[in-house]
């Protein structure tokens, strides 16, 4: 088939590869505009389009899609049909109904739970069993296309860049599979029940709340990893929690505030509960091991954190 492919974060190269791999003929890949990115400021290519530009694909970058010259244009690719995977930016309706087939999108979620930005990070905070990825065709609505296929796996203490990544994985190879005899893989509307939206994470919800259960406080460490980074400030300077075991879930540690070390493993009263750190960051520093932190920095029983 003749594609426009549009994405942006490492979250949509798979997709890309594999489209690529199984002899789909790329006619353009759109992606976000570079971006400063790291202390120089430094303008940056997403992943999509450094991978693009890697294997020869022409690449387009506009910072809107609402003009009628870009629509002009895209119409002009003259496609067979547009797979969206993570690209960032609002597709107007003539962009919708220009490629033959419409537009396929690679979604991270099992519609119609969690749709909008950030549904990885949301099923881990909720809670959630499971998760999938659903091939949705696009419409103008916040992910309220019909679906087309989903997949399921399960969420079982998995980081959100863990669960990313094998999402990402599914995600490309179910994309493979129903543009391959794209008729065989009929749209069913979404369920009108079970609807939730996964909205943008704040980097205000990557402090960590101590005031909350312990098994909530482990959710929010794996949600958040590795962006923006679940964190404590110890005398002023901020850590990152990158991993943690539950301790005790369900009681109330005798004696111990939330937030307050219980040890000098750096085990944390929580509300109930506690957790113990396991893998931790300072900042302008590498990851690593709590035992190794604790060699470094000693951190007490009854040191608050906030």
């Not at 509300?271 to 520093?285: C, D, E, L, S």
């Amino acid at each position: 088939m003749r594609i426009a492919f549009m994405g942006t974060p490492p979250f949509a190269v798979p997709t890309l590869a594999q489209l690529h791999a199984a002899g789909h003929e790329i006619a353009c890949v759109y992606t976000q505009p570079p971006r400063p990115a790291q202390r120089g400021k430094k303008l940056q290519r997403s992943a999509v389009h450094a991978w693009a530009e890697d294997h020869g694909l022409p690449v387009r970058t506009p910072h809107s899609l609402k003009g009628a010259d870009e629509q002009t244009a895209f119409a002009a690719l003259n496609l067979d049909v547009a797979v969206v995977a993570a690209y960032g930016l609002i597709l107007p309706q003539a962009v919708l109904d220009a490629p033959r087939e419409g537009c396929l999108n690679v979604h991270g979620s099992i519609l119609p739970r969690w749709r909008g930005a950030a549904p990885v990070q949301r099923a881990i905070l909720s809670g959630d069993a499971e998760t999938g990825v659903t091939i949705m065709q696009m419409d103008a609505g916040l992910d309220t296309g019909a679906m087309r296929l989903i997949e399921r796996t399960p969420v079982d203490g998995k980081s959100a860049g863990e669960l990313t990544d094998e999402l990402a994985a599914m995600g490309a190879a179910m994309m493979v599979r129903v543009l391959s005899d794209l008729h065989a893989f009929a749209p069913e509307p979404q369920p009108a029940e079970g609807v939730t939206y996964a909205a943008k994470i704040d980097k205000s919800e990557a402090r960590l709340d101590f005031l909350t259960s312990a098994v909530q406080v482990e959710r929010q460490i794996r949600a958040f990893n590795p962006m923006p980074g679940a964190f404590f400030e110890l005398d002023g300077d901020r850590c990152k929690l990158l991993a943690a075991e539950v301790v005790r879930p369900a009681e109330t540690v005798p004696g111990a505030a939330p937030g307050v070390t219980i040890d000098d493993a750096l085990t944390i009263a929580c509300n109930p509960g506690a957790i113990r750190a396991t893998r931790i960051q300072r900042a302008g520093k590498p990851a690593m091991a709590a035992a190794e932190f604790l060699r470094g920095r000693a951190v007490p029983k009854g040191v608050r954190l906030a």
